[in-house]
């Protein structure tokens, strides 16, 4: 076995060694981490500082790069990779954001379980999130198992929510915090998209909830009783047993499989400088 594999979570997280993710990937130590994916959906490597080029290169080796919400924000570009999305909670001249600036709003939707991009078509299939400078204290990051929260509903739960299709979008996350940073011509380049609530896993043929922060709405089912069905399995889908919570050091590198898993940042003290980068992967099924 070419890479050190370390279970931090029973079914859901390994650490990963042996590898130097700066250096263009043998094609077996690419199988090996995408069969690693298949079986625990979150990946943890230490010590990987890599430049936001070696970010992108390592990414691309599972698909072709996301933009995630690039597209809608006013926000000017601070790095030059554009295939990064810049998650520093700073402005252009490297000052902390104020926690109410409208930037800030954008990135504190993130402490919301959600899936990456679940808002676009195609969505997101895996993210690689660099941890590059932490503020010691708070904001470690948490993933849940949808596939261990599909397996523990109940039969008549199941058979309910096989049809289901949900509506999901970027904006429903930033109006919950109270408004962000998007123009209208933004928005309407972000149209709401749908999915269905029961995903299948192709590389395991595990069954996995599809759900979290973005969904909004079920077809063909009142709002009301859409927003209550959606909270019941969130609150489901995120219990503790399904839960693993990564505390970070700085040049953390964290992988995750967005099709089986849903994320959330943790609070942290504001006035702190956090700064994390993140690569993700389109999923276009087969
Ligand atoms: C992300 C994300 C959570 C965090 O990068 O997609 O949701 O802890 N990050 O910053
Ligand atoms: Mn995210």
Not at 126 to 135: A, E, K, R
């Amino acid at each position: 076995m070419a890479i050190d594999l370390k279970i931090l979570h029973p079914e859901l997280a390994v650490e990963v060694s042996g590898i130097d993710l700066r250096k263009p990937l043998e094609a077996d130590v690419l199988a090996e981490l995408k069969s690693t994916l298949a079986r625990y959906p979150v990946l943890v490597f230490h010590d990987q500082k890599l430049s936001d080029n070696e970010h992108a290169a390592f990414t691309r080796c599972f698909g072709s790069i996301d933009a995630g919400l690039t597209l809608a924000s006013k926000r000017k570009q601070r790095l030059k990779n554009t295939d990064v999305i810049d998650l520093a909670n700073i402005d252009g001249d490297g000052k902390v954001l104020d926690a109410a600036n409208a930037r800030n709003v954008s990135l504190l939707a993130n402490q919301l379980w959600h899936s990456d991009s679940s808002f676009k078509s195609p969505r997101a299939q895996y993210s690689v999130l660099c941890g590059v400078d932490l503020p010691g204290e708070g904001g470690d990051t948490e993933f849940a198992d949808q596939r261990a929260a599909y397996d523990a509903l109940s039969q008549a739960m199941k058979v309910r929510i096989e049809p289901l299709v949900a509506e999901h979008s970027a904006f429903h996350s930033r109006g919950l915090l109270g408004g962000a940073d998007f123009t209208p011509e933004g928005m309407a380049a972000l149209p709401p998209v749908d999915w269905p609530i029961v995903n299948t896993i192709p590389e395991s043929g595990r069954k996995s909830l599809f759900i979290g922060v973005h969904t909004r709405e079920i077809r063909g089912m009142a709002t009301a009783e859409a927003r209550l069905l959606l909270l019941d399995l969130l609150e489901h889908a995120t219990q503790r047993d399904f839960v693993f919570r990564h505390v970070w050091h700085n040049d953390d590198v964290v992988m995750w499989d967005n099709r089986c898993t849903l994320h959330r940042g943790r609070p942290y003290d504001l006035s702190k400088l956090r700064e994390l980068r993140r690569c993700t992967t389109e999923y276009i099924a087969a």
